[in-house]
T-cell receptor, first 112, second 114 residues
């Protein structure tokens, strides 16, 4: 079963607007990651935030993590048409031999 | 990511046939994974391997088997393909030596079982 649940399932915005995507999870984590997938292609790692971090930035990406609420958000600022893709959160749970558990993904469409 | 390659990229097969999907990586990572992706269901883990002598079942291993022939190669077999195994299959690698489980994905194999 999926650990991460993204919200919304789909998001459509105008180029230049900000896109906010949310992820909730259930168990304790070492870190939470966001991946991007262009249509039919492999996933690409975007950003990782550790459980002891609250916010992280990478270019136009800003990720927050609230471990008390077991939730994370991914903000893409000044969106571009090229940001159109599916976005997945993935949690790396605590414990030996941990591995990633992916959510079902959010489809982002950025209209030019 | 060109460091993780999958063959074939597309495959059409018939119900009951045995097929093999192959994955190779040049990243030198110990960990390798096989996932399937279905519309609306996200990625589901089929099998994973933390080193050459280690094979573990994932969330949905029934009907699949794997072989870790070398550190760089991890193959997925469908023993007797059935139509509900039609999906997009991804191989991924990771290196826990970095202290974090970041995965690198191949381009995927699109499988259609008739």
């Amino acid at each position: 079963s999926q650990q991460g649940e993204e919200d919304p399932q789909a998001l459509s915005i105008q180029e230049g607007e900000n896109a906010t995507m949310n992820c909730s999870y259930k168990t304790s984590i070492n870190n939470l990651q966001w991946y991007r997938q262009n249509s039919g292609r492999g996933l690409v790692h975007l950003i990782l935030i550790r459980s002891n971090e609250r916010e992280k930035h990478s270019g136009r990406l800003r990720v927050t993590l609230d471990t008390s609420k077991k939730s994370s958000s991914l903000l893409i600022t000044a969106s571009r048409a090229a940001d159109t893709a599916s976005y997945f959160c993935a949690t790396d749970s605590t414990g030996a031999n941990s591995k990633l558990t992916f959510g079902k993904g959010i489809t982002l469409s950025v209209r030019p | 990511d060109a460091d993780v390659t999958q063959t074939p990229r597309n495959r059409i097969t018939k119900t009951g046939k045995r097929i093999m999907l192959e994955c190779s990586q040049t990243k030198g990572h110990d960990r390798m994974y096989w996932y399937r992706q279905d519309p609306g269901l996200g990625l589901r883990l089929i099998y994973y391997s933390f080193d050459v002598k280690d094979i573990n079942k994932g969330e949905i291993s029934d009907g699949y088997s794997v072989s870790r022939q070398a550190q760089a190669k991890f193959s997925l077999s469908l023993e007797s393909a059935i139509p509900n195994q039609t999906a997009l299959y991804f191989c991924a690698t990771s290196d826990l030596g970095t202290g974090q489980e970041t995965q690198y994905f191949g381009p995927g194999t699109r499988l259609l079982v008739l």
